[in-house]
Structure formats: structure tokens, C-alpha cells
T-cell receptor, first 111, second 113 residues
Framework: QQQVKQSPQSLIVQKGGISIINCAYE??????FPWYQQFPGKGPALLIA?????SEKKEGRFTISFNKSAKQFSLHIMDSQPGDSATYFC??????????FGPGTRLSVLP | NAGVTQTPKFRVLKTGQSMTLLCAQD?????MYWYRQDPGMGLRLIHY???????AKGEVPDGYNVSRLKKQNFLLGLESAAPSQTSVYFC????????????FGSGTRLTVV
């Protein structure tokens, strides 16, 4: 019940395409869902986050879609760029009681 | 620059040796965490602290100890290193338990031979 599942494990997208990464959770106590971006040799950095009272959040080219009933959420990267090539982690937390990360998705955007 | 600083950045240990990883933050954050990152496993919480003088176990605490004697520092100790502890270790801090305030360090790559 503490798991966050993430897919795909790796993703290759052409420049200008849409990258989509999906996550699913079981614990209904989770109430905050962030996405982290990690470049090689660096620590993860917060990219965008959503709370379950909204179904979508958009920041620039990055959008989170949230489906509370299905316990799923996804990250969409529009107009993907080579600079977006990184590993992306979804996560879920309930304000200090639990911190769970997905296994990560390695995104490669081809020029 | 404000943030989370981890030392050392790289370390090679022999099985059975001990070492301490240091995490320091200058953002006056209450919460601090230690994670390990392994291929295909994501980030797994080892121990965390909700304030000076407090510590708590995370998902994978065995073989590790921690101390939070000062608010800005969180130490992770390996008493008797094992090859299974070969990993990249990340420290993070946050204002509260809210993940929105999470700031990660740049990591320590530890190899146990």
C-alpha cells in the first residue's frame, strides 16, 4: 500500500514531441503528489506538484493530470526538448507521515 | 548559495569499515532526511528527523544510524559497511513535512568492496 508505481522505465521522444509518464498509488491518505527531475550527478529537484483537489496543473510545458478515483497521475511534457533529457520521479506524501517515490523514468529527447 | 551540502561526494570503503556522511543545510529547515538511490528502486527513505535532537526510522533503516545534534546538520553513520550498502545517498531538507519544500543535496556515491 506504500508503493508508487511508475511507467515506463525509459522513454525516447523526438524533439517537439509529447512525453508522458504515468504513476499509480494505493494509499488514499496521500494528499500531495510532486514530480522531481534529476540530471546525472545531481540531486532530484522539484519540477511540479499537485494536490488531489484539482484534476490538472500546468506550469509552462509541464502538466500534471490527476485522476483521484483511479488513483493515478501523470506528467506531460509538451514540445519536449533535448534539455529535458533526465530521470523523472513521481512521489506521494501525506505531510511528513510518509514519503514514497516511484522507481523513475529515464527520458531521452532526440534532437 | 543556500541549499543542502553533502560531504564527501565519493567514498570507497572496505567491508566492515565504518564511516559518517555529513549533511548540512542553511535554510533553517526543521525536517531532514536521508535517502538511498539504487537503479530501478527509486529513492528509499533510510532515516529522517523532524527537528533538532529527534530521529525516526524510514523504509530501509537497518545497518544505518543517524544523529541530529544541531538543527543544520544531519549525520548518517554506517557502523560496519556491507557491499549491499553500495549506493548513492541523498540528503534532503524541508520547512515542514510538506514535500513542496524539499531540497536535495547533490549526493554521495559510496562503494563498499
Amino acid at each position: 500500500q506504500q508503493q508508487v508505481k511508475q511507467s515506463p522505465q525509459s522513454l525516447i521522444v523526438q524533439k517537439g514531441g509529447i512525453s508522458i509518464i504515468n504513476c499509480a498509488y494505493e494509499n488514499t491518505a496521500f494528499d500531495y503528489f510532486p514530480w522531481y527531475q534529476q540530471f546525472p550527478g545531481k540531486g532530484p529537484a522539484l519540477l511540479i506538484a499537485i494536490r488531489p483537489d484539482v484534476s490538472e496543473k500546468k506550469e509552462g510545458r509541464f502538466t500534471i493530470s490527476f485522476n483521484k478515483s483511479a488513483k493515478q497521475f501523470s506528467l506531460h511534457i509538451m514540445d519536449s526538448q533535448p534539455g529535458d533529457s533526465a530521470t523523472y520521479f513521481c512521489a506521494a506524501t501525506n505531510y511528513g507521515q510518509n514519503f514514497v517515490f516511484g522507481p523513475g523514468t529515464r527520458l531521452s529527447v532526440l534532437p | 548559495n543556500a541549499g543542502v551540502t553533502q560531504t564527501p561526494k565519493f567514498r570507497v570503503l572496505k567491508t566492515g569499515q565504518s564511516m559518517t556522511l555529513l549533511c548540512a543545510q542553511d535554510m533553517n529547515h526543521e525536517y531532514m532526511y536521508w535517502y538511498r538511490q539504487d537503479p530501478g528502486m527509486g529513492l528509499r527513505l533510510i532515516h529522517y528527523s523532524v527537528g533538532e535532537g529527534t530521529t525516526a526510522k524510514g523504509e530501509v533503516p537497518d545497518g544505518y544510524n543517524v544523529s541530529r545534534l544541531k538543527k543544520q546538520n544531519f549525520l548518517l553513520g554506517l557502523e560496519s559497511a556491507a557491499p549491499s550498502q553500495t549506493s548513492v545517498y541523498f540528503c534532503a531538507s524541508s520547512r515542514t513535512g510538506d514535500s513542496y519544500g524539499y531540497t536535495f543535496g547533490s549526493g554521495t556515491r559510496l562503494t563498499v568492496v
